[in-house]
């Protein structure tokens, strides 16, 4: 049984050799309110409680956090295991630290084991997106890696879905952040529960070659370290055999036995310079037999985690191959601790989740998307989950949705029959609203019951996945068609009113067939339906088919209108209205009003030119203008329209700049009675020298009239210009 004494010695020498820094009086202020907190709990081994946190945070400590990740792992267990409030943490240790413990005990909550493969890559994205904190996976990886170390302690069964999620999730994370060496752990230690007798069988043939492995190894380094003495290079170099899984997995790929598998042994070379990393290399090549294509340099190219090295592969006089690693003591670092080594370098500051520590995360998260076959799939980084979230249900299967999905989404996605049995919906078993917003490891639950009478409309605006509207509009469009008519009509007379036409759908013959076939509906009323249940926009409906009833109801009109009359045509401005009617093309004749239908203003209305006695003015639609296409009387029929109320005459004034004579002015008011206008005034006024104005004020009715009348003006003897005067 181990005890406490012995992992508080071990953590307070980490955090000495690895956070010289630390505030040591709120680290043990944690252990003792820690240590309080689990006063009734023990191990599974029957030690006290502590113990587990008190690992954790040495080998949080060991990864070169900061405090807080040590507070953290110190009271990580603590609102999962005792009466521990968020706030109570927070009071004592900082709202980071809360929120730490907080994210590891959401991790721990949620439930990363499953037997289905594809779920994988989701559950390790969830495992990202739910901790926003990178250093909370750091934590949760910490707190596997010692509950792994102490799984002998567990029922089997637990051991191995303890360790299938181990190798499924924790070793491919821990890989993926860099950190090779707890990566390396956590497979040794799953593949010991999930195949023991491999397991066994490589550790039974490491062991029994031990001493000769041994032998082997320091005669190399001893080789390797002599040749750089006498080089002066400084190094720290030693060999060690490949991890158990690592072999295991050689073996597995290569399908070849124990015995006829060679390269497991590796050496590590650890200088203090680049540029000696290149010299170690030459003096390697130089002691042994190189293996041909096996070189790989890793310090120009890094590998997607940041892992920098160069690897060769050489053949020493026993004809044993081995692998040599040359490496700077800080590409060690990253290679053994992988992202936590960041913190490792931030000497002396205590690192926190600032924006500078995200932004390197998201750097090497992202540069994994070009991550070779052999590491695992598809990229990982916290903020690529940004649109999607992940939630169980209550049997902890991993569900992956649209940002801002609801309850409404979720049970579409379980299944459709649950989506349109649903009365309400629990969230981590307290009764939510169903278009309450989900997060990250939401436990949900979706109450559902036989007399549900099946989605509501609103839904279609409430969810967010198109799955789930799918399903709805599916139900909508099966189980409610009367309904999905009357609806969809609505909305699609609605829509023709809008855009300006009869509500109505045509019934027309031969527009009707027409329109539907458009629209690839049969009838009227299945259009209606799947406006209804959302299988199409009335807008969409309506745009598309709102040309062709435009044509068509145009050409019905010019049907009904007589085809030489264009009474829409703009008007024309310099015709005379004779009893309010003005006759296109016509100069004021005689106009009289047919007994026939007596017209009057406002009415439409043909012109008929009588024998004799002008124009004879019908409204359009009277039955005696109905033979107005005969060609015989065609030229007989003209536009006319009624004066235009705001054609009111207005005053002008044209000043006459003339040469003085007799009979001038009489002239000048000739002109304007024969030009039809009404004179208002007329006067004439002698300048020295000859001349004269002559000011003539009258009444027009646009400037048209005006400009011909100064023209005719203009016209007069001795008139030499005019101007436009005021009246
Ligand atoms: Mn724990």
């Given at each position: 049984m181990e005890t406490f004494e012995e992992h508080y010695a071990s953590l307070h020498t980490a955090l000495e050799q690895h956070l010289p820094g630390a505030d040591m009086a709120l680290i043990e202020k944690a252990i003792r309110y820690a240590d309080d907190k689990h006063r009734s709990q023990l191990r599974k081994d029957g030690s006290p409680y502590i113990i587990h946190p008190l690992a954790v945070a040495q080998i949080v400590a060991e990864m070169g956090l900061d405090t807080d990740s040590v507070l953290g792992a110190l009271l990580h267990d603590c609102i999962e295991d005792t009466d521990t409030s968020h706030e109570e943490i927070e009071r004592l240790f900082g709202t980071t630290v809360a929120e730490l413990v907080e994210g590891v005990t959401k991790l721990t909550r949620a439930?990363?084991?499953?037997?289905?493969?594809?779920?994988m890559e989701n559950l390790r994205k969830m495992f990202m997106a739910m901790s926003k904190d990178i250093r909370v996976v750091l934590i949760k990886i910490a707190d596997r890696l010692h509950n792994q170390r102490t799984m002998q302690y567990q029922t089997p069964e637990k051991q191995i879905s303890k360790s299938r999620e181990t190798m499924d999730v924790y070793a491919p994370l821990a890989h993926r952040l860099g950190m090779q060496r707890i990566k390396m752990e956590l497979d040794d230690l799953a593949l010991k529960y999930l195949d023991p007798d491999d397991y066994q069988k490589i550790t039974d043939h490491l062991n029994a070659q031990k001493e000769q492995d041994e032998a082997f190894m320091r005669s190399i380094q001893a080789q390797i370290t002599e040749r750089l003495a006498s080089v002066g290079i400084h190094n720290t170099t030693y060999g060690r055999i490949k991890h158990v899984y690592s072999i295991y997995h050689k073996m597995q790929v290569q399908g070849k036995s124990l015995d006829e598998l060679y390269d497991i042994y590796a050496f590590r070379v650890i200088v203090d310079t680049i540029p000696d990393c290149y010299n170690v290399l030459g003096h390697i090549h130089d002691l042994f037999n190189l293996v041909p294509?096996?070189?790989?340099?890793?310090?120009?190219t890094p590998k997607p985690n940041m892992y920098q090295s160069l690897h060769t592969t050489v053949i020493g006089r026993q004809g044993i191959p081995f692998e040599v690693q040359i490496r700077t003591w800080e590409m060690h670092q990253t290679a053994e601790y992988g992202i936590a080594a960041h913190w490792k370098y931030k000497q002396g500051g205590q690192g926190s989740g600032d924006e500078k520590d995200f932004e390197w995360v998201r750097r090497l998260l992202e540069s994994?998307?070009?991550?070779?076959?052999?590491?695992?799939?598809e990229s990982l980084k916290i903020?690529?989950?940004?649109?999607e979230v992940f939630v169980f249900t209550p049997k902890g299967r991993v569900v992956s949705l649209p940002t801002g999905s609801t309850p409404i989404d979720f049970a579409y996605a379980i299944h459709s029959g649950v989506g349109n049995a649903m009365i309400g919906a629990k969230i981590n078993n307290r009764i939510a609203n169903i278009d309450a917003k989900l997060t990250n490891g939401d436990i949900v639950e979706i109450l559902t019951s036989k007399s549900a009478k099946g989605p509501s409309r609103d839904w279609l605006n409430i969810c967010r996945s198109n799955q789930a509207r799918t399903k709805i509009k599916q139900w909508f469009k099966k189980e409610k068609r009367e309904e999905n008519i009357v609806h969809g009509r609505s909305s699609f007379e609605a829509e023709m009113r809008r855009a300006g036409l009869p509500p109505a759908a045509p019934s027309d013959d031969e527009l009707s067939p027409k329109l539907l076939k458009k629209l690839s509906f049969d009838s009227w009323d299945d259009l209606y339906a799947a406006i209804g249940y959302g299988g199409l926009t009335a807008t969409k409906a309506v745009g598309r088919i709102r040309d062709d009833i435009t044509r068509a109801l145009r050409q019905k009109e010019e049907e009904r209108t007589p085809k030489p009359l264009r009474v829409e045509e703009p008007v024309r401005l310099n015709r005379h209205a004779v009893n309010g009617v003005i006759v296109e093309d016509i100069d004021s004749c005689m106009i009289k009003f047919a007994k026939c239908c007596t017209p009057v203003p406002g009415d439409a209305i043909v012109g008929f030119i009588t024998k004799g006695f002008g124009v004879s003015v019908h409204r359009a639609d009277c039955p005696n203008t109905a033979h107005r296409d005969d060609p015989a009387q065609a030229a007989r029929w003209v536009r006319v329209r009624w004066a235009n109320l705001d054609e009111q005459p207005f005053d002008t004034t044209l000043e006459l700049d003339c040469i003085t004579r007799d009979g001038l002015v009489l002239d000048v008011a000739t002109v304007i009675s024969t030009a039809h206008v009404h004179l208002k005034e007329l006067n004439a006024k002698d300048l020295p020298g000859n001349k004269s104005i002559v000011t003539v004020r009258f009444e027009v009715k646009n400037v048209g009239e005006l400009e011909s009348i100064r023209a005719k003006l203009l016209n007069i003897r001795d008139v030499m210009g005019s101007r436009r005067g005021q009246n």
């Open positions: 439930n990363f084991s499953t037997s289905e493969q594809e779920q294509g096996r070189f790989k340099d890793y310090i120009s994994q998307q070009d991550t070779d076959a052999e590491d695992y799939v903020d690529m989950f940004d649109d």
